[in-house]
Protein backbone atom coordinates (compact mmCIF):
# COMPACT_ATOMS: atom_id res chain seq x y z
CA UNK A 1 0.00 0.00 0.00
CA UNK A 2 2.70 2.25 0.62
CA UNK A 3 4.00 1.74 -2.74
CA UNK A 4 1.25 2.47 -4.24
CA UNK A 5 0.92 6.12 -2.10
CA UNK A 6 4.39 7.13 -3.08
CA UNK A 7 3.99 9.05 -6.26
CA UNK A 8 1.08 11.02 -4.86
CA UNK A 9 3.68 12.16 -1.70
CA UNK A 10 6.27 13.19 -4.51
CA UNK A 11 3.47 15.29 -6.74
CA UNK A 12 2.97 12.67 -9.72
CA UNK A 13 -0.36 12.93 -11.32
CA UNK A 14 -2.05 9.26 -11.01
CA UNK A 15 -4.95 7.90 -10.94
CA UNK A 16 -7.32 6.43 -8.39
CA UNK A 17 -8.16 3.31 -10.49
CA UNK A 18 -4.55 2.74 -10.54
CA UNK A 19 -4.05 2.91 -7.07
CA UNK A 20 -6.99 0.90 -5.75
CA UNK A 21 -5.80 -1.80 -8.46
CA UNK A 22 -2.12 -2.00 -6.71
CA UNK A 23 -4.11 -1.52 -3.12
CA UNK A 24 -6.36 -3.99 -3.62
CA UNK A 25 -4.89 -7.03 -6.11
CA UNK A 26 -3.11 -8.19 -3.37
CA UNK A 27 -5.83 -9.11 -0.73
CA UNK A 28 -7.14 -11.25 -3.07
CA UNK A 29 -7.89 -14.59 -2.45
CA UNK A 30 -6.15 -16.50 -4.82
CA UNK A 31 -5.54 -19.74 -3.19
CA UNK A 32 -8.91 -20.05 -1.71
CA UNK A 33 -10.19 -19.85 -5.30
CA UNK A 34 -7.52 -22.36 -6.75
CA UNK A 35 -8.45 -24.59 -3.67
CA UNK A 36 -12.25 -24.59 -3.78
CA UNK A 37 -11.88 -25.41 -8.17
CA UNK A 38 -9.42 -28.02 -7.20
CA UNK A 39 -11.84 -29.67 -4.60
CA UNK A 40 -14.62 -29.32 -6.76
CA UNK A 41 -12.31 -31.43 -9.80
CA UNK A 42 -11.33 -33.88 -7.27
CA UNK A 43 -15.39 -34.52 -5.89
CA UNK A 44 -14.25 -33.51 -2.33
CA UNK A 45 -17.40 -31.93 -1.77
CA UNK A 46 -16.97 -31.26 1.84
CA UNK A 47 -14.21 -29.15 1.30
CA UNK A 48 -14.78 -27.82 -1.65
CA UNK A 49 -17.69 -26.24 0.45
CA UNK A 50 -15.51 -24.96 3.39
CA UNK A 51 -13.49 -23.68 1.36
CA UNK A 52 -15.71 -22.30 -1.16
CA UNK A 53 -17.55 -20.37 1.54
CA UNK A 54 -14.33 -18.82 3.31
CA UNK A 55 -13.20 -17.09 0.19
CA UNK A 56 -16.71 -16.13 -0.91
CA UNK A 57 -16.73 -13.97 2.96
CA UNK A 58 -13.02 -12.57 2.33
CA UNK A 59 -14.15 -11.49 -1.34
CA UNK A 60 -17.79 -10.04 -0.02
CA UNK A 61 -15.24 -8.12 2.94
CA UNK A 62 -12.84 -6.81 0.56
CA UNK A 63 -15.99 -5.84 -1.74
CA UNK A 64 -17.96 -4.37 1.17
CA UNK A 65 -14.63 -2.32 2.50
CA UNK A 66 -14.41 -0.55 -0.68
CA UNK A 67 -18.00 0.47 -1.12
CA UNK A 68 -17.80 2.05 2.30
CA UNK A 69 -14.27 3.70 2.01
CA UNK A 70 -15.74 5.13 -0.77
CA UNK A 71 -19.35 5.96 -0.40
CA UNK A 72 -18.76 7.18 3.12
CA UNK A 73 -15.86 9.64 2.78
CA UNK A 74 -17.47 10.62 -0.05
CA UNK A 75 -21.33 11.83 1.13
CA UNK A 76 -19.42 12.67 4.58
CA UNK A 77 -17.23 15.40 2.94
CA UNK A 78 -20.41 16.82 0.66
CA UNK A 79 -22.59 17.24 3.84
CA UNK A 80 -19.16 18.98 5.28
CA UNK A 81 -19.02 21.24 2.72
CA UNK A 82 -22.39 22.40 2.61
CA UNK A 83 -21.89 23.56 5.62
CA UNK A 84 -18.94 25.23 5.19
CA UNK A 85 -20.16 26.96 1.74
CA UNK A 86 -23.44 28.64 3.21
Do not use: C, N, W
Not at 58 to 73: C, H, K, N, Q, T
Amino acid sequence: MTLSLLPLLFGFKISYDKIVIGVIIPLVPGAGIYYTAYYLITKQHALFAQKGLETFEIASAIVFGIIFGFAIPQSLFAKIGKVFHR
